[in-house]
Structures are given as structure tokens and as C-alpha cells.
T-cell receptor, first 110, second 112 residues
């Protein structure tokens, strides 16, 4: 069965510091990986997906199949990045269902 | 920009009562989903719906749950006889094809 692990419940960084939110997955096939973000009192929204290889709001994530990881990175954290970040996985034949990790709360301090 | 909407935002019900949670997906989307998040836990998939039928459901989605698209715009989740453990935030999502899912703001259900 597929699984997504986000080992950190809370990550606190100072403004301007680099950010790395960890995500590891287990799935034997070829998954599609996503990062969703939830700002305070707002809905879940897609931040990025691995197949599009985009950089959104300065965030990037590279799928590392060898390490089964999809860590989210940003070189310089901004105060507005404070939010809950969820890593999620879907796979072909899975009805497009998303399997989520438990989420990491990112707090950017001044 | 079009958004998924959900009503009500909050619902309080007594154990054993039926509840219907409503969602209006984005209008040209073809796939619809329900997820739930129990307080302090991860977001969990419940069911996906395409072409007027369930395409996949999780083990959580037992006989107490049902989904319906009664008209061209609404997508509903019915819980027939609520239990205390059904208390959660319920999210609706939709996608055009099997790709990016757009989420609604959620309905917080409290079963007393």
C-alpha cells in the first residue's frame, strides 16, 4: 500500500533562512507527487507537482526515486510562507485518489 | 477564478442522525472526490466519482456513506446514521481530468 511520511510536525525558521520540508513515500510503481499548502483559515491548494517541474513562490521539489523522497525547498523563507504543508501521492490505476502525509507546520519567524 | 464551494461550513448533529454535506464542484470538472480530516490526523481519501458512478472508495467509505450528483452542479455526501467518530472536517475536491484536484473550504461536522 502507498504511504507518505512527513517526519516533522513543526518546522520553525527565521526569515531569510533556507527551508526544507521533508517528504518520503513508499509505493512500488511510478507515483505522482504533490505539495499542497494550507494558509491560515484557507483551503488546501496545490503548490506544485513533480511532473510540471515548476517553481512556485520560490519553492522547488525534486523527485528522488532512489531515496523515495520529494522534499520541498526554498532558499530564503518569507513570513508569508508560514502555513501547513502537505505532501501527497497519487498513482495510475488508483482512481486519482490522493494519499496525504500528516503535514508539516512551517513557521517563519522575524 | 472558479472555486469549489461547500455548504454548510459547520454542522452539528446528534449521533444516529443523517447528514448531507453539499459541494458545488468547478463547473467543467469531471471527477469529484470526498476526503475527511479528523482533528489532529491526516487528510484521508473517502471516495472518487466519475461519470455518475463511484470509481474508487476507501475502507472508511462503508454502507453508512453514499454520494450523489443529483443535478448538473451539486455533489453530495450522505452519512446515514452518524457516529461520534464521524466528527471531522470533510473536504470536497474536483478535477477536470485525472490531474490537479481543487479543494473546497471544508465542512466541519461535529457529532454529539
Amino acid at each position: 500500500a502507498q504511504r507518505v511520511t512527513q517526519p516533522e510536525k513543526l518546522l520553525s525558521v527565521f526569515k531569510g533562512a533556507p527551508v526544507e520540508l521533508k517528504c518520503n513515500y513508499s509505493y512500488s510503481g511510478s507515483p505522482e507527487l504533490f505539495w499542497y499548502v494550507q494558509y491560515s483559515r484557507q483551503r488546501l491548494q496545490l503548490l506544485l507537482r513533480h511532473i510540471s517541474r515548476e517553481s512556485i513562490k520560490g519553492f522547488t521539489a525534486d523527485l528522488n526515486k532512489g531515496e523515495t523522497s520529494f522534499h520541498l525547498k526554498k532558499p530564503f523563507a518569507q513570513e508569508e510562507d508560514s502555513a501547513m504543508y502537505y505532501c501527497a501521492l497519487s498513482y495510475t490505476g488508483g482512481g486519482n485518489k490522493l494519499t496525504f502525509g500528516t503535514g508539516t507546520q512551517l513557521k517563519v519567524e522575524l | 477564478e472558479p472555486e469549489v464551494t461547500q455548504t454548510p461550513s459547520h454542522q452539528v448533529t446528534q449521533m444516529g442522525q443523517e447528514v448531507i454535506l453539499r459541494c458545488v464542484p468547478i463547473s467543467n470538472h469531471l471527477y469529484f472526490y470526498w476526503y475527511r480530516q479528523i482533528l489532529g490526523q491526516k487528510v484521508e481519501f473517502l471516495v472518487s466519482f466519475y461519470n455518475n458512478e463511484i470509481s474508487e472508495k476507501s475502507e472508511i467509505f462503508d454502507d453508512q456513506f453514499s454520494v450523489e450528483r443529483p443535478d448538473g452542479s451539486n455533489f453530495t455526501l450522505k452519512i446515514r446514521s452518524t457516529k461520534l467518530e464521524d466528527s471531522a472536517m470533510y473536504f470536497c475536491a474536483s478535477s477536470y481530468l485525472q490531474e490537479t484536484q481543487y479543494f473546497g473550504p471544508g465542512t466541519r461536522l461535529l457529532v454529539l
